[in-house]
């Protein structure tokens, strides 16, 4: 290998949106993440959403226009 052209790694503070934090080795002195396995889904087991400008509630008045439309056409 050559000498020299490697990033130096160092340990890192890699912290998560919900206040967790852990320390871990990157070439990064510190990282923060919106998701970590303390809040994720996957890893808990219960959803959580991240509502993004209201996103969720117009998909829901959306869907029940479209129900209300098909139970007429009934």
Sequence with gaps: ????????YVETLVTCGCGESF?????KAKITVE?????????????KYTDAA????????RFQKSQKVEE???
């Design 1 to 8: 290998m050559k000498k020299d052209i490697h990033p130096e």
């Design 23 to 27: 320390k871990t080795r990157s070439t």
């Design 35 to 47: 998701i970590c396995s303390k809040c994720h889904p996957f890893y808990t087991g219960r959803q």
């Design 54 to 61: 209201g996103q969720i509630e117009k998909f829901q008045k």
């Design 72 to 74: 007429v056409v009934k």
